[in-house]
């Protein structure tokens, strides 16, 4: 098997969608000699961030020393994006050395009528890699939810944390902020530290605390009062955060917060006996990027790539807008999926846009363009639609002589698949 034979076998696992539950993975990890027992885990779950504060976590340890596994989702360009170690992506090699051995532990499994998802895959492949590795923690992004999410197999983390938490994927983790938080908490094992966002709704964070509390966890918030925000540009953020002083350069106020977090939940390592310094911590954060995460790829005319989906997406992007491009004139380049509240989202970004173009990403769940601007015009006076992503990014790039700005957003299957030809404006 090779890389792409190992990518393409992950992919047909699609099929079995999305189903929530821990039976398949525990059984499919056990056949693996489970792995994820040997792994020291710091588990991150939320609606929002859970990718930039798994980041900052992981590029503070390595520049603490220590050999470390990141596993994330989604991915933007290159499906290795999602298993990475010391800040590289898996090599292809390795990729399809563990897929093959995901392969035939499923293969075996079909025999008891079970069937691992594709998140369940890739998940199994991640665990054992960061054990062959012999990597000293993996910082673990939850897929969906938390307490029936795949990830969850793994024993109590040396840390849980909790990012910003808001409505979405409604129909698998419930309408009610506290709802979808109890199925975050279940990241929460007992005796364990929870690291949790200093903006969570009252609902939210009611739900962190009781679960906390039963589960003798001792909970650590970051202490805002500790924190100083400085020049803000849209190259990045001047910040200081209990003493650290640092420039974040991850767009976005939000980010300065998801920062925190990631302080709060290296420095709570204490708990284990281990030290991570103010150095490590400000050239671990100093060197963080993510793709399509309010990402900044030109600044002359300024275009702005965010794949953000939700309602807290939204609000991020919108105060990004107000705050750093106040007065420029908005090209925005739009395409969502169908079975997101895309009425929340464009509610909230359209406005800001004096021109909208409506596109349609290249998977099966993505909202139809022609819908999408019509309920775009609800907001925005300018609408039109392009239903190709590429011939849409060529014709925005084309019109952008006639605005300051040009912000593509909504969706990070569109983020994949025009970041190129955005780069190579």
């Known amino acids: ?50 990718g930039s504060t798994s980041t900052m976590i992981s590029n503070i340890l390595q520049k603490s020393g220590y050999k470390t596994g990141l596993f994330i989702s989604p991915y933007v360009s290159d499906f290795r994006e999602r298993i990475q170690l010391n800040g590289n992506m898996i090599a292809e090699n390795e990729l399809a050395y563990c897929v093959e051995r995901v392969k035939t532990a499923i293969e075996k499994l079909a025999s008891e009528n079970i069937q691992p998802t594709e998140f369940e895959a890739i998940t199994a492949a991640a665990f054992l890699y960061f054990k062959e590795k012999e990597c000293d923690f993996a910082v673990i992004e939850v897929g969906l ?36 938080a109890a199925e975050k908490c279940g990241i929460i094992k007992h005796g364990g530290v929870t690291v949790c966002y200093p903006f969570q709704q009252a609902a939210a964070l009611e739900v962190i605390e009781k679960n906390c509390r039963e589960k003798s966890n001792t909970l650590i918030i970051p202490d805002l009062s500790r924190l100083k925000i400085g020049t803000e540009s849209i190259d990045g953020t001047q910040v200081s955060y209990n003493g650290t002083d640092f420039i974040l ?48 790829i030109k600044k002359n005319p300024v275009i702005l ?102 912000v593509v957003c909504g969706s990070f299957y569109l983020a994949g698949e025009i970041r190129g030809i955005l780069y190579n404006f």
């Not at 076998?9 to 699609?14: A, D, G, K, N, P």
């Not at 310094?277 to 990402?295: N, Q």
């Not at 090209?331 to 406005?351: G, H, T, V």
Request: proline fraction near 3%.
């Open 145 to 180: 939810g938390g307490r029936l999410d795949s990830t969850n197999i793994i024993d109590t983390p040396y840390i849980s944390v909790i990012t910003s938490i808001s409505l979405d994927h409604t129909a698998i983790l419930g309408d009610t902020i506290d709802k979808i």
């Open 305 to 406: 790539l965010d794949g953000g989906h939700n309602e807290g997406c939204a609000l991020a992007l919108a105060d990004f807008i107000k705050k750093r491009l106040s007065g420029k004139k908005i090209l925005m380049l739009c395409s969502m999926m169908a079975d997101k509240d895309y009425m929340a989202y464009l509610r909230i970004a359209a406005p800001l846009a004096d021109g909208f173009i409506s596109t349609q990403a290249s998977v099966s769940r993505a909202l139809n363009s022609g819908k999408l601007k019509e309920k775009a015009e609800l907001f925005c006076d300018d609408c039109s639609e392009i239903p190709n992503p590429a011939s849409a990014a060529k014709a925005a790039l084309e019109r952008l002589a006639d605005y300051d700005a040009l």
């Open 1 to 50: 098997m090779n890389c792409t034979e190992a990518i393409e076998y992950i992919h047909s696992l699609e099929k079995f969608g999305i189903n929530p539950g821990l039976e398949r993975i525990n059984a499919l990890c056990s056949a693996l000699g489970n792995p994820q027992r040997e792994l020291k885990v710091i588990h991150v779950a939320g609606t929002n961030g859970k």
């Open 249 to 296: 350069p991850l767009a976005g106020r939000h980010m300065v917060y998801n920062a925190c977090t990631a302080i709060e939940a290296v420095r709570a390592l204490n708990f284990n006996g281990i030290s991570i310094s103010d150095e490590a911590i400000k050239t671990g954060i100093e060197c963080s990027s993510m793709p399509a995460r309010l990402e900044l």
